[in-house]
């Protein structure tokens, strides 16, 4: 997982340079007037889901992970609670890993130890296959929040 701010790139000399370009382009392109939708990038290899969804408390998410793909979630508008794990992933309860590269763990925490950062408009997070997270948590009442979701095909990093 990384985490860090669009407006502050310079302060992540590390941030492999395939990344760094992919929130550069979301930056240069998207903002929050921007329709909901699809966006191509690179074809299936890199794409971005502009979304508009409203948060919910953090026990009533359910942990999700990816095998494939990598996610940069970037918030365009808005503020959620992003949950996450260090350990791995238990048995999934949705595992659509196969066609939708997606596996969801059930609501709740389940062990999971849980941590939980605040991501505000500028802000991002980048997980890693394999890595559990849990969106769109709500950080006192639920709100609406804006996202730009670069989904990027990981076998395709250099």
């Known amino acids: 997982m990384i985490t860090g701010n669009v407006h502050h790139l310079t302060l992540m000399p590390y941030l492999p340079a395939a990344l760094k370009a992919a ?7 998207f903002n929050a007037d921007t329709p ?12 971005v889901l502009i979304s508009n969804d409203t948060t919910s408390p953090r026990l009533e998410r359910r942990a999700e992970y990816h095998a494939r793909y990598l996610d ?6 808005g503020q959620e609670g992003m949950s996450f794990s260090n350990l791995p992933a238990g048995t999934p309860e949705t595992d659509w890993l196969a066609d939708k590269d ?6 709740g925490d389940e062990g999971l130890q849980e941590k939980t950062m605040v991501l505000n408009a500028g802000d991002f997070v980048v997980f890693y296959p394999g890595e559990v997270h849990k969106p769109l948590c ?3 009442e639920n ?5 730009a979701v670069v989904k990027m095909l990981v076998s395709s990093l250099p």
Not at 23 to 29: D, E, L, P, S
Not at 36 to 47: A, C, E, S
Not at 102 to 107: E, G
Not at 143 to 147: E, I, L, S
């Open 23 to 29: 929130i550069q382009h979301v930056m240069a392109n």
């Open 36 to 47: 909901l939708g699809k966006y191509d990038i690179d074809g299936d290899r890199q794409f």
């Open 72 to 77: 940069i979630q970037i918030v365009l508008a």
């Open 102 to 107: 997606i596996a969801f763990l059930p609501a």
């Open 138 to 140: 709500s950080v006192g």
């Open 143 to 147: 709100a609406p929040v804006k996202k």
